[in-house]
């Protein structure tokens, strides 16, 4: 039984923003979604960056080799990043988080590779779970038992984020994880996230079993919750080949 990615992104300007500075990727063998900060310009330029350095990576890939194309592919896009920088230094701070997973030639495992508060979650027999951890202020006062999760998604500062991808080393997170057939993941910005709480993300991904009508149905809750942000979607199913 070979297992294959089956992937649908949408994308939303939201209610608020003038532009959209998310970027993302929907393939075959990668997803990726990319979150733009820093003015409009150069956060639009450092998501779009990101994606277009990992979405060479949408190829076969050997199990041994998808850690490997990931750190490749983020560390191109630092590079990138920071030659935007030194070309004009109107751009400096500008930035971009990146969570992106990669899977297998065999569908026998897949990698995820991330940095910054975009978030990936996997639903697997009717369950959700986060499965990155937010680089964020808040999420680091969580961790030290300061604040309370709840407490968190109010937070002031709930936007700070202390990981991006802004043209400097950084440190972002690598897993490897074995895919299950049904399996269904849900890679987002903030502008979901922030707004749409978690059981309300499960009761969706289980309930649209079409992966653009879910997509859809996901920006539109983000809309109906006042849009503050710009809203990025991509719903990915694990299926059987054939």
Request: charge should be negative; charged fraction near 20%; aromatic fraction near 2%.
């Amino acid at each position: 039984m070979t297992l294959k990615l089956r992937s649908v992104g949408a994308s939303d300007r939201g209610l608020i923003r003038s532009g959209n500075q998310d970027a993302l990727h929907a393939g075959t063998w990668l997803v990726a979604v990319a979150d733009g900060m820093g003015g409009m310009a150069a956060g639009d330029l450092a998501s779009t960056i990101a994606i277009d350095a990992v979405g060479p990576l949408d190829v076969e890939t050997p199990e041994d080799g998808l850690v490997a194309a990931l750190q490749g592919g983020i560390d191109l896009a630092t590079a990138r990043i920071r030659q935007a920088v030194a070309e004009d230094s109107d751009r400096r701070g500008m930035g971009t988080t990146l969570t992106a997973l990669l899977f297998a030639r065999t569908g026998s495992c897949l990698a995820l590779a991330h940095i910054g508060d975009s978030r990936a979650y996997l639903l697997r027999e009717g369950v959700l779970k986060q499965i990155t951890r937010d680089d964020t202020f808040v999420q680091m006062l969580v961790d030290q038992g300061v604040i309370s999760p709840d407490e968190a998604s109010s937070h002031p500062r709930r936007a700070v984020v202390t990981q991006a991808l802004q043209g400097e080393e950084v440190s972002p997170t690598y897993a490897t994880m074995v895919p299950w057939a049904g399996d269904r993941w849900l890679l987002c910005s903030d502008g979901l996230s922030n707004v749409v709480r978690p059981d309300t993300l499960a009761e969706v991904l289980a309930g649209h079993p079409d992966r653009g009508e879910c997509a859809q149905r996901l920006i539109d809750l983000a809309l109906r919750a006042g849009g503050p942000d710009n809203i990025t979607v991509i719903v990915a199913d694990v299926v059987v080949d054939g």
